[in-house]
Each structure stands twice: as structure tokens, then as C-alpha cells.
């Protein structure tokens, strides 16, 4: 069955780095997109970035220049890289997969920035 786990939140400091991956499973991983979400307390989730099966990338505004989302086929799995982290991007963090119209989701991994 496919499945997505997520890894690598914690506790940093506004200015810090944190890098998160997506293992994935059950499916063929180099031929789909992956993509990055999150949601903060109270509010609605939120796309963070993805990633094409090419390797290709788009950011929304709010962490462009600050994020980058990258993908090693052989190890099935999807990074996002996060820098100059900001106490608003304090969130639970998640990767989706959508084939034939259904959405996969991971279980989330929180992140926390500090001021």
C-alpha cells in the first residue's frame, strides 16, 4: 500500500535550518510528483512547494528563497530543505502524493521555530 513518512521536525531557532524528508512506498515513486504541506494551529493547510517526477520545483511566495525541495529516486524519498526559518513557519509539516485521483498522505512531522 503506498505510505509517506515523514521526518526530521523539531525545535529550532528563528534563523536556523532544519531539513525534512518523505520516505515513500507502495508505489513507483520516480514517476510521481511529491508534494510538501504544512498546517499551523487554526489554520488551513497549506502548500509548502513540490517537486516533479523530472525534478522540477515550484514555491509559493511565502518560503521561496528560503526553502528548496529536492528528490533522490534511488533512495525513494523527497527533502525539504528549510533556511532562515521564521516563528510563522511553525507548523506540522506533510508530504502528498495524488495518483488516479486520490491523495496519500504522511502522518506529519512537527517543526517549531522559536523567536
Known amino acids: 500500500q503506498v505510505q509517506l513518512v515523514e521526518s526530521g521536525g523539531g525545535l529550532v531557532q528563528a534563523g536556523g535550518s532544519l531539513r525534512l524528508s518523505c520516505a515513500a512506498s507502495?508505489?513507483?515513486?520516480?514517476?510521481?510528483?511529491i508534494g510538501w504541506y504544512r498546517q499551523a494551529p487554526g489554520k488551513q493547510r497549506e502548500l509548502v512547494g513540490t517537486?516533479?517526477?523530472?525534478?522540477?520545483?515550484n514555491y509559493p511566495d511565502s518560503v521561496k528563497g528560503r526553502f528548496i525541495i529536492s528528490r533522490d529516486n534511488a533512495k525513494k524519498t523527497v527533502y525539504l530543505q528549510m533556511n532562515s526559518l521564521l516563528p510563522e513557519d511553525t507548523a506540522v509539516y506533510y508530504c502528498?502524493?495524488?495518483?488516479?485521483?486520490?491523495?496519500?498522505w504522511g502522518q506529519g512531522t512537527q517543526v517549531t521555530v522559536s523567536s
Open positions: 507502495g508505489f513507483t515513486f520516480s514517476r510521481n510528483a
Open positions: 517537486i516533479s517526477s523530472g525534478g522540477f520545483t
Open positions: 502528498k502524493v495524488t495518483m488516479s485521483w486520490t491523495d496519500y
